[in-house]
């Protein structure tokens, strides 16, 4: 018999019910109609021919079994909440605050998520508590050497790289011609499900690219020198599908936009990180529109932008 999803395990021990308790009790005609078994006091649980039976103060029933015990499903933490929706599996009803790396303390990233956010995934139109098992939070890594793709298998990037011809040599170096699209389940990864583009922010670009062997966060130096050989001509760095590109443009910038608490840009700017700092908060990056100009400016570490690693020499 099945009670709340869950198989029951029949009483068949003669007993007397010291004191009288709730159990649950039912007949064959129930399970054969599929009903619920239900709730009745049982005084003693006594054996007449072949079968045990539950006496009750007005009933003898065919079945008993004790109620299991109802755990109460596991809120999702902080942490988990974030890296659910960086990882782009759905959405909350905190206006995307819950993930911004400041909106909670240090000491809370472990708590349990606010009774006041409930979740959704992309493709479920109603909202839910934001428990594990709805969340599928047992499927995340967490931290880990291991770099996962969009659909969360186990990446070799440099087998990866070789095998998918996403690079390209520019001059003296060598480059990625395509973003960066992998994630490792830890904080300041944001996938737009829309495009299918990561966004990183600087801590994540840099420890993401410390895992793949070979490759890593050009400087700024390394951009100059990238410009040079394209003719500091941003035309030369678009990608074909993007107006104005001009042919041979094997960098194929894509528009991509950034993240900042949500996806802005989308279409019109793509941005990149450098290596280096400027100051306490902020970073140089890289960024190409629709004009012939590559411009160089900073912005906020935690900010979301694409990335391109450049090959070890």
Same mark, same amino acid.
């Given at each position: 018999?099945?009670?709340?999803?869950?198989?029951?395990?029949? =009483?068949?021990?003669?007993? =007397?019910?010291?004191?009288?308790?709730?159990?649950?009790?039912?007949?064959?005609?129930?399970?054969?109609?599929?009903?619920?078994?239900?709730?009745?006091?049982?005084?003693?649980?006594?054996?007449?021919?072949?079968?045990?039976?539950?006496?009750?103060?007005?009933?003898?029933?065919?079945?008993?079994?004790?109620?299991?015990?109802?755990?109460?499903?596991?809120?999702?933490?902080?942490?988990?909440?974030?890296?659910?929706?960086?990882?782009?599996?759905?959405?909350?009803?905190?206006?995307?605050?819950?993930?911004?790396?400041?909106?909670?303390?240090?000491?809370?990233?472990?708590?349990?998520?606010?009774?006041?956010?409930?979740?959704?995934?992309?493709?479920?139109?109603?909202?839910?508590?934001?428990?594990?098992?709805?969340?599928?939070?047992?499927?995340?890594?967490?931290?880990?050497?291991?770099?996962?793709?969009?659909?969360?298998?186990?990446?070799?990037?440099?087998?990866?790289?070789?095998?998918?011809?996403?690079?390209?040599?520019?001059?003296?170096?060598?480059?990625?011609?395509?973003?960066?699209?992998?994630?490792?389940?830890?904080?300041?990864?944001?996938?737009?499900?829309?495009?299918?583009?990561?966004?990183?922010?600087?801590?994540?670009?840099?420890? =993401?690219?410390?895992?793949?062997?070979?490759?890593?966060?050009?400087?700024?130096?390394?951009?100059?020198?990238?410009?040079?050989?394209?003719?500091?001509?941003?035309?030369?760095?678009?990608?074909?599908?993007?107006?104005?590109?001009?042919?041979?443009?094997?960098?194929?910038?894509?528009?991509?936009?950034?993240?900042?608490?949500?996806?802005?840009?989308?279409?019109?700017?793509?941005?990149?990180?450098?290596?280096?700092?400027?100051?306490?908060?902020?970073?140089?990056?890289?960024?190409?529109?629709?004009?012939?100009?590559?411009?160089?400016?900073?912005?906020?570490?935690?900010?979301?932008?694409?990335?391109?690693?450049?090959?070890?020499?």
């Amino acid at each position: 018999m099945n009670y709340k999803g869950k198989d029951l395990v029949e =009483i068949t021990t003669s007993q =007397i019910i010291n004191p009288p308790r709730e159990m649950l009790v039912w007949n064959g005609d129930m399970a054969k109609r599929n009903k619920e078994p239900q709730k009745e006091t049982v005084y003693a649980v006594v054996k007449i021919g072949i079968r045990y039976v539950a006496i009750t103060s007005s009933y003898q029933w065919e079945f008993c079994a004790e109620i299991p015990e109802e755990s109460t499903p596991r809120r999702a933490t902080n942490r988990e909440l974030a890296r659910w929706c960086a990882q782009g599996n759905g959405e909350n009803t905190d206006g995307c605050w819950v993930y911004h790396v400041h909106c909670y303390p240090k000491a809370a990233e472990n708590n349990e998520v606010s009774e006041s956010i409930v979740v959704r995934k992309w493709n479920d139109a109603g909202w839910h508590e934001p428990t594990v098992d709805y969340m599928e939070i047992e499927k995340s890594s967490s931290d880990s050497n291991v770099l996962m793709d969009s659909e969360m298998h186990a990446v070799d990037m440099p087998k990866y790289l070789e095998a998918h011809f996403n690079h390209v040599k520019i001059g003296n170096q060598t480059w990625m011609s395509e973003n960066l699209a992998v994630t490792d389940g830890g904080d300041g990864i944001y996938r737009n499900k829309d495009n299918g583009e990561y966004y990183y922010t600087w801590e994540a670009a840099k420890r =993401i690219a410390g895992k793949i062997p070979g490759w890593h966060l050009p400087s700024r130096a390394e951009w100059d020198e990238l410009g040079n050989s394209t003719g500091n001509d941003a035309a030369n760095l678009r990608a074909k599908s993007w107006d104005g590109a001009r042919e041979g443009s094997w960098f194929a910038a894509v528009p991509a936009g950034h993240w900042y608490n949500g996806f802005i840009n989308v279409g019109s700017v793509a941005y990149f990180w450098t290596s280096e700092p400027e100051g306490m908060n902020n970073v140089w990056y890289r960024g190409i529109d629709a004009g012939t100009t590559v411009y160089k400016e900073v912005a906020s570490h935690w900010v979301g932008l694409s990335v391109r690693l450049v090959k070890d020499k």
